[in-house]
């Protein structure tokens, strides 16, 4: 029953994610928001609202492992399954802008989360204020320069702007709804299944919960790669690990502290979630320069299945 409670809360999350993207992005066109900024706020915003509710259940739940665990090991799982499946599949060109800009603040933040966790063993108010806020101010300097350099945005859906306002009240709620469901049964089915597997709830939230959340990008490398079409950027993904520790974990614990109730968070997990990080850098560089091959991606992907085998080990 608890594998059940799980699919039926991804399904939903899944479902409503998407209903949220639509409805949030034609209400901004609605509003009269620029494309370039609905493109990098209101989607990013919107596709990180799954996991955004699971954590936010998870800490009012007090299953404060699977809030953490849900956000670092979507962080492994979106570099080290999904970029490593895709480059695989097609390798990747990766613009200048990956290690100006993106990388350097997802490293950034991923070592602060660090020692923000380690400080006292509980993310506050003020640290994920603190978060929130520094999420604020990437997204100013990365709509400013995406402007400056005419980047074109590819998420935005522009036959969005023709929607009636009947449909998007319509899928507001349908989103909300199937949102609030959706994580409620995912983290109600995740902890009897750790229960019922005799593991703790960390190692099911990143895990299973964390590939869960990640399926949605997965899905969308792997058809984009397999159609011969631009596969999805490098900058999708770092974009996506910034959004989960700036966004999800600074809202989560402005609402409710997240405790670190499980050392291995610490000790074993975020170091995971680190080296991930790290590693980008050397295979970006090294031995053919701005390129993920399909070798780089083998390497990424057997690391991320080592991953695995140690958590449940």
Do not use: H
Not at 95 to 109: A, C, E, I, T
Not at 116 to 131: H, I, R, T
């Amino acid at each position: 029953m608890s594998l059940l409670w799980v699919i039926l809360g991804l399904l939903l999350l899944v479902v409503g994610g998407e209903f949220l993207v639509r409805s949030s992005v034609a209400l901004s066109f609605k509003l009269k928001i620029s494309k370039l900024v609905i493109g990098m706020t209101v989607v990013s915003f919107a596709t990180s609202a799954p996991e955004l509710l699971v954590s936010l259940q998870a800490a009012l739940d007090g299953a404060s492992d699977i809030a953490l665990g849900n956000v670092i090991g979507s962080n492994i799982a979106n570099i080290g399954l999904v970029l490593g499946i895709t480059a695989i599949i097609s390798p990747l060109t990766v613009d200048r802008g990956f290690y100006k800009l993106n990388w350097p603040v997802m490293m950034l933040l991923s070592v602060v989360l660090y020692f923000f966790l380690k400080s006292g063993n509980v993310l506050d108010l003020w640290e994920g204020a603190a978060l929130f806020v520094s999420l604020v101010i990437f997204l100013v300097v990365l709509i400013k320069s995406s402007a400056k350099d005419k980047i074109a945005v590819e998420d935005v859906d522009d036959t969005l702007q023709s929607t009636s306002n009947f449909k998007i009240f319509l899928w507001l709620l349908i989103g909300g709804a199937a949102l609030y469901y959706g994580s409620e049964w995912l983290v109600k089915g995740a902890i009897e299944m750790a229960t019922a597997l005799g593991v703790s709830e960390r190692v099911i939230s990143v895990t299973m919960v964390a590939i869960g959340t990640s399926v949605p990008e997965l899905a969308a490398s792997v058809i984009a790669a397999l159609k011969k079409e631009k596969a999805i950027s490098l900058g999708n993904l770092i974009g996506s690990n910034i959004f989960n520790i700036a966004c999800v974990l600074g809202i989560t614990s402005m609402i409710q502290p997240i405790n670190v109730n499980s050392p291995a968070i610490l000790t074993t997990d975020i170091f995971w979630m680190l080296g991930f990080s790290a590693i980008l850098i050397p295979l970006v560089f090294l031995p053919k320069r701005f390129e993920l091959s399909r070798l780089k991606g083998a390497f990424i992907f057997v690391a991320y299945l080592v991953f695995l085998y140690t958590t449940f080990m």
